[in-house]
């Protein structure tokens, strides 16, 4: 459950509505939810810490469901990813989300070369198809696969053998590149993220909660600083999520970090708030 003020889909009394949305009745109507197109995606900004330029977005599935209102990603991707529904699911969202990207960059040049970033749940990651279909709606949109960011979780690819590493090795091959998303809860050995074809590290919003207001504690800073050294050492890029606050921002720009993500530049929106965004420069 995430914290009061958070998304706009939270309501007073979220135990309520976890009891009242039964797990049953959500997982059964799963299937008939996507062909009535009732999910729809919201884009959250991805900054440049450089220039404060939105070069991208991430793709945050949501379902506007005709009882419960709108559903946040936590209340059914487990349920979709135990059903296998998030299979078709997560291509609907990939072909969505790279039409979207297509669009922005045919139409808001403005926006410069926008890159769109989505995710890939454990069970797409071992889906046989995942290579050849996301070949095929980058093919299908005409976007490069130089524009697309594929979002792994840390847990996901802890212990990851070659059979599971290697769609992402050759998607990343063909250009499409990897993150690691969440990375910092999974307790994964460093040494580990040579051997992941990754080129991009989200650091989790954990990491950078202790520096939403000053004095910063100075073991975090550290923390961080380590993880950004490791990281550029390896030749990635940092993203950071969660940055709520200027301070954060400045904290985190300050210790190398290439991009960022949170509340403080947008909160996750429709498309067309992107557009505002490309002409007042996010910061
Ligand atoms: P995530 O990939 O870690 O996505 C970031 C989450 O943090 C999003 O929650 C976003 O709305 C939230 N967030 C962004 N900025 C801030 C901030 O400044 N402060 C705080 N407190 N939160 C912030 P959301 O949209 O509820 O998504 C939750 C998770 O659901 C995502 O976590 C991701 O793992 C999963 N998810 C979302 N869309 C998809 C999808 O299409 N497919 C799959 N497989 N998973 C998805
Ligand atoms: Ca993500
Ligand atoms: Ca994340
Ligand atoms: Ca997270």
């Given at each position: 459950a995430k914290s009061a003020g958070?998304?706009?889909?939270?309501?007073?009394d979220p135990e309520a509505d976890a009891r009242a949305i039964t797990r049953h009745g959500l997982t059964t109507a799963l299937p008939a939810a996507l062909e009535r197109g009732e999910f729809f995606i919201e884009y959250q900004p991805l900054v440049d810490?450089?220039?404060?330029?939105?070069h991208g977005a991430e793709a945050l599935v949501r379902w506007c469901h005709p009882q419960h209102g709108v559903l946040g990603p936590d209340q059914f991707i487990p349920l979709a990813e135990h059903t296998g529904l998030i299979i078709p699911l997560g291509r609907w969202v990939l072909q969505e989300a790279v039409r979207q990207a297509r669009y922005w960059q045919e139409h808001h040049?403005?926006?410069?070369p926008v890159r769109i970033n989505v995710n890939l749940s454990p069970t797409q990651l071992q889906h046989p198809g995942l290579v050849k279909e996301t070949v095929a709606v980058l093919e299908g949109s005409g976007?490069?696969?130089?524009s697309l960011c594929l979002e792994v979780t840390e847990s996901a690819l802890i212990g990851a053998d070659e059979g599971l590493l290697r769609p992402l090795r050759q998607l990343a091959e063909l250009g499409v590149d990897i993150a690691l998303d969440?990375?910092?809860?999974?307790?994964?050995?460093?040494?580990?993220?040579?051997?992941?074809?990754?080129?991009i590290l989200k650091l989790d919003r954990s990491f950078t909660k202790?520096?939403?207001?000053?004095?910063?504690d100075p073991v975090d800073l550290k923390i961080v600083e380590g993880i950004v050294s490791l990281a550029h050492s390896l030749e990635l890029a940092v993203t950071v999520e969660g940055v709520e606050t200027g301070a954060q921002a400045d904290q985190l720009r300050e210790l190398g970090c290439d991009t960022a993500q949170g509340w403080y530049y947008a909160r996750p929106g429709p498309p067309e708030k992107l557009h505002a965004l490309s002409l007042a420069d996010a910061v």
């Open positions: 958070g998304n706009r889909y939270e309501t007073a810490m450089c220039d404060g330029k939105v040049a403005d926006l410069g976007l490069a696969p130089g969440d990375f910092g809860t999974g307790y994964s050995n460093l040494a580990n993220l040579r051997r992941l074809p990754v080129s202790g520096m939403q207001h000053l004095p910063v």
